[in-house]
């Protein structure tokens, strides 16, 4: 059914940059706001990132506003998180989340960011 699968992370040094990607399937991913999660160890899940169905509108987290920009293709059935400057702060697993299937959360993403 719903299947959420997160792409692009990885190990970046501060400053750098990582475009994370979500495919979705499963659900009519068009008309679902979408939203990017992440959780570093020991912390609590932080929403980062919400963008409506058509992409028109976006939502950040202040920790995050000016650096990450959320986006989608609904044609692909993917949204993506563009990271710029990256702070170690950063370092997480991000998720990909819709609140049409409010229980389920994929593997997710690990973006490290250290020198």
């Known amino acids: 059914q719903v299947q959420l699968v997160e792409s692009g992370g990885g190990l970046v040094q501060p400053g750098g940059s990582l475009r994370l990607s979500c495919a979705a399937s499963g659900f009519t991913f068009s008309r679902n706001t979408m939203n990017w999660y992440r959780q570093a160890p020991g912390k609590e899940r932080e929403l980062v990132a919400t963008i409506s169905t058509g992409g028109g509108a976006t939502n950040y987290a202040d920790s995050v506003k000016g650096r990450f920009t959320i986006s989608r293709d609904n044609a692909k059935n993917t949204v993506y998180l563009q990271m710029n400057s990256l702070k170690p702060e950063d370092t997480a697993v991000y998720y990909c989340?819709?609140?049409?299937?409010?229980?389920?959360w994929g593997q997710g993403t690990q973006v490290t960011v250290s020198s």
């Open positions: 989340y819709t609140r049409a299937f409010p229980r389920y």
